[in-house]
């Protein structure tokens, strides 16, 4: 029996699935919940204002903007965060290989997001499995060095 047909069938299913979702949510802990929402908002950012260069797949594009997959800098989110917001200039090392392009400066992300994005990359490709808190982020930009 179709759902489009019987109207109490269509509520029912959504009760249930209603039901189930809270039911599902309910089984995680507040950091879960906040790692996979710093995870998905820092996958969208990610996108948008670093995957042009870096790609989706974070391996970075030829000779031209190292990849943030498999870099070492990924064990340092102060480093992270500040390269993010003010940009870099200077020459970085990454799988062996010399890149020198300039990184521009995102200075109209906040420190949520820089956090955010933070979080994804370091979970996604360094396995890390919580979130980095604003309070990380904004203790890192308040002593970044030009890079």
Not at 56 to 80: H, Q, V
């Amino acid at each position: 029996m179709s759902t489009k047909n019987n109207p109490r069938q269509s509520i029912f299913y959504t009760k249930m699935l209603a039901s189930f979702f809270i039911f599902m949510t309910s089984c995680q802990s507040a950091q879960e919940l906040k790692s996979e929402q710093y995870f998905v908002e820092g996958y969208q950012l990610y996108t948008t204002h670093c995957s042009n260069c870096h790609q989706a797949d974070g391996k970075g594009m030829s000779n031209l903007y190292p990849p943030i997959n498999g870099s070492a800098a990924l064990a340092d989110k102060a480093f992270l965060a500040c390269i993010i917001q003010n940009g870099m200039t200077d020459k970085i090392k990454v799988g062996g290989r010399d890149f020198n392009r300039p990184m521009p400066p995102n200075k109209k992300l906040t420190d949520i997001e820089i956090a955010e994005i933070v979080s994804f990359v370091t979970m996604k490709w360094k396995k890390d499995s919580t979130f980095t808190d604003i309070e990380t982020v904004q203790a890192a930009l308040k002593n970044c060095k030009v890079y």
